[in-house]
């Protein structure tokens, strides 16, 4: 519990505006109390494998979480896998290249095609 603490305090300090905590499903009604207790909006996703995550933070960030219908982090879109690792505060530019490569995007770049003009491939 002392990681989910630290999420909190991080989040009221404005360092995070959504926090993703995953967990054992026993100790689910605790985390809940601790979010309600302090008035956290948050949204619970359980798991197949006895755990489930928990999307907590500003009621905006979960409100875009429950935009996306309730589904497994697996099941994202690729536009949603991105939107969520912005939110979470993960590098922009990781999370282009991981953006880039979930949809295919071809990397062979023609830097021949001119002073300022990029061709892709």
């Known amino acids: 519990m002392k990681i989910i603490c630290h999420h909190i305090y991080e989040l009221n300090k404005g360092l995070r505006d959504l926090v993703l905590y ?15 207790t302090r008035k956290i909006d948050y ?3 359980i798991l197949k494998d006895k755990n489930f995550n928990v ?9 875009v979480i429950r ?13 949603q896998d991105f939107i969520l690792g912005i939110m979470l505060g993960y590098s922009r530019a990781k999370q282009c290249e991981r953006y880039l490569e979930r949809i295919g995007f071809n990397k062979n770049y023609d830097l021949s095609a001119g002073d300022n003009v990029v061709r892709f491939g």
């Open 55 to 63: 999307f907590f933070g500003e009621k905006r960030c979960v409100d």
């Open 22 to 36: 995953t967990a054992d499903i026993q100790k689910l009604s605790e985390v809940e109390k601790k979010l309600q």
């Open 67 to 79: 935009s996306f219908g309730g589904k497994l982090l697996n099941e994202y879109t690729n536009e």
């Open 43 to 45: 949204e619970v996703q």
